[in-house]
């Protein structure tokens, strides 16, 4: 019998790629999605029609069922039904500048959606609760490389709030409940059917055709830009590495990245941090076009610097980041075209 992972978020860029990652080593998933229209919910769809085309083997393996994180009755038939084993839950409200407009977004997804969930894994026992957390919860910190026992107490935004909170949830619920869950800082995700609303993919749009670019902080943001097969390498790795309780834990040097409960967090970045002008460099190259650059100041909620220490991750479950820039820009670019045909 094949093992069941339910992954929430499912239409959405990082969501997509691990259902059809997980569905090739195996796996049955069941994901579900609100498609909700913060970017164009034709690529959404596009993705999900992309799965269920696929090959009659990995089509079996696959249901899709739409769904919000915020409709408890419905997330709880779909837990009796399907009693995942493992979920991945990847739906949230992401975006930081977003968030600035629309706060209520990110209390009912990310928050409210996140509880409702964990509440499901709680009561059906689920043997392992992945979720995503971001780079953002490092808010104002300026050490870099970004440590998973640095503090984190500092967010900058409302969406790094609410990823913090996440983490603090899932550790009150590894502790209550026994529940074993690993929060993962996923650190500007990029590659093909990427998000729209992403820097790269405006970008490449916006020089495609002749319009300008608006580049903050006049590009000298560091940021790790990490390739999704980096991220679904690492999914597929830590899903069956399951926490477990540690009774040696030292209470009285409490690391955040540990607990006596059954609960881990992870960087997953590239440990590689590039300025953004030197990543718009390679954007041009790759597409053979100048981009008309509008050179502006930081942007409210904005970080300056993201770069991830992947020491403990690679510790957990041996992993080294494989794509290099220039090639997952490329990769990129290549889907962009074909998808658009342009
Ligand atoms: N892509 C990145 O660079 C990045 C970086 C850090 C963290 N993350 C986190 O990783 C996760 C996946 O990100 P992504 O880039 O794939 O984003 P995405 O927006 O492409 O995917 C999220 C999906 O969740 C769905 N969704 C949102 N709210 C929902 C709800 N209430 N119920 C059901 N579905 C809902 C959306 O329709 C979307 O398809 C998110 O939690 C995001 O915050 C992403």
Redesign the pocket.
Known sequence: MSKKVLI?????????HSSKRLIEEGYEVIG?????N??DVKL?KARIEYIEKSKKSIHKKWKFIK????ERTKLDEIFDKYNPEYVL??????GVRYSIDNPSEYI???IV?FMNLIECCRYNEVKHFI??????VYGGNKTIPFKEDQGVNHPVSL?AAT?RSNELIAHTYSHLYNLPSTGL??????GPWG?PD?AYYIFTSKILKGEPIKIFNHGKMLRDF?YIDDVTNVISKIIHKIPKSNIKFDLSNPVPSKSWAPFKIFNVGNSNPMELITFIKIIENKLGLKAKKELLSMQLGDVEATSSDLGLIDEWVGFKPETSIEKGIEIFINWYKDYYNI
């Not at 579900?32 to 909700?36: C, E, G, R, Y």
């Not at 800082?185 to 990029?190: A, I, L, N, Q, S």
């Open positions: 929430t978020g499912a239409a959405g860029f990082i969501g997509f579900i999605d609100n498609f909700n913060y970017y959404k769904c919000d994180l915020l839950n990847l739906a949230a409200q992401a009912n997804s990310n959606g979720y995503a957390s971001s780079s953002s969406y990823k800082r996923f650190f500007t995700v990029y998000r992403m990490t």
